[in-house]
C-alpha cells in the first residue's frame, strides 16, 4: 500500500497570504495525484488531478505540482471561503490512498 | 447537476449488518464507476471501494474485504454498500464518490452518511 504523507498537519494563515500544503508518496506514483477541499458537513471538494490540472471551476489561486513522491498544493492568496482541510490522494495503484490531510485555519 | 444522496446509515450493534444506498441523477449513471469513501471520527479519508461502470472491475480496502459488498442498479441509478460483520472501527462517515472519466479520482462527491457501531 502506497502512504501518503501530507505536511504539516496544521497551517495558521491570515487571509491574503499565500501557502503551500506538502504531501510525500513512500513509492513513485507518477503524476497520478489529486487533491481535495473538505469542509464540515460537506462532500469533499476536487480542486487538482494529475498533480497539476484544475477541475472544472476552481479558481487560478489554487495550482499544483509534482511527480515522482513530492507533490504541493499552493493557494496563491487565502480567501475566507478557502479555510478547510485539504487532502491528497494517489490513484497510481490499489489500494487508493490519501493523506491524513492538513488543516489550514485562520491566523 | 450531479448529485449524489446517501441513505441507510444508523445506529447497530456490533456483528450486525447494513444496506448503504447511494442515489444519483444529473450524469449517465450506467457509465460510470463509483466508490465509497468513510471519514472516522475525526480522522482523514478513507477509501473502502470501487465498482466499475460494467461491474468487471471491483476493489475493496484490505480492512473490509470479506465483510462489505458493492453492487449496482443501473435501472434506479443506485450504487449500494452491503456491510456485514460490522465492527466498532467501521464506525464514520460514508461517502459515495463517483469516479471522473478515465481515472480513479472523484470528480463528484455526496454529502455523507453515518454509521456508528456500538454497543
Known amino acids: 500500500e502506497i502512504v501518503m504523507t501530507q505536511s504539516p498537519a496544521t497551517l495558521s494563515v491570515s487571509p491574503g497570504e499565500r501557502t503551500t500544503l506538502s504531501c510525500r508518496a513512500s513509492q513513485s506514483v507518477s503524476s497520478n495525484v489529486a487533491w481535495y477541499q473538505h469542509k464540515p458537513g460537506q462532500g469533499p471538494r476536487l480542486l487538482i488531478y494529475?498533480?497539476?490540472t484544475r477541475a472544472t471551476g476552481i479558481p487560478a489561486r489554487f495550482s499544483g505540482s509534482g511527480s515522482g513522491t513530492e507533490f504541493t498544493l499552493t493557494i496563491s492568496s487565502l480567501q475566507s471561503e478557502d479555510f478547510a482541510v485539504y487532502y491528497c490522494?494517489?490513484?497510481?495503484?490499489?489500494?487508493?490512498?490519501f493523506g491524513q490531510g492538513t488543516k489550514v485555519e485562520i491566523k | 447537476e450531479v448529485h449524489l444522496l446517501e441513505s441507510g446509515g444508523g445506529l447497530v450493534q456490533p456483528g450486525e449488518s447494513l444496506r448503504l444506498s447511494c442515489e444519483a441523477s444529473?450524469?449517465?449513471?450506467?457509465?460510470?464507476?463509483l466508490s465509497w469513501v468513510r471519514q472516522a471520527p475525526g480522522k482523514g479519508l478513507e477509501w473502502v471501494s470501487a465498482?466499475?461502470?460494467?461491474?468487471?472491475?471491483?476493489h475493496y480496502a484490505d480492512s473490509v474485504k470479506g465483510r462489505f459488498t458493492i453492487s449496482r442498479d443501473n435501472s434506479k441509478n443506485t450504487l449500494y454498500l452491503q456491510m456485514n460483520s460490522l465492527r466498532a472501527e467501521d464506525t464514520a462517515v460514508y461517502y459515495c464518490a463517483k469516479r471522473s472519466a478515465g481515472e480513479e479520482f472523484f470528480d463528484y462527491w455526496g454529502q455523507g452518511i453515518l454509521v456508528t457501531v456500538s454497543s
Open positions: 490522494q494517489q490513484y497510481n495503484n490499489w489500494p487508493l490512498t
Open positions: 465498482l466499475s461502470a460494467n461491474v468487471i472491475s471491483i
Open positions: 444529473g450524469f449517465t449513471f450506467s457509465s460510470s464507476a
Open positions: 494529475a498533480a497539476s
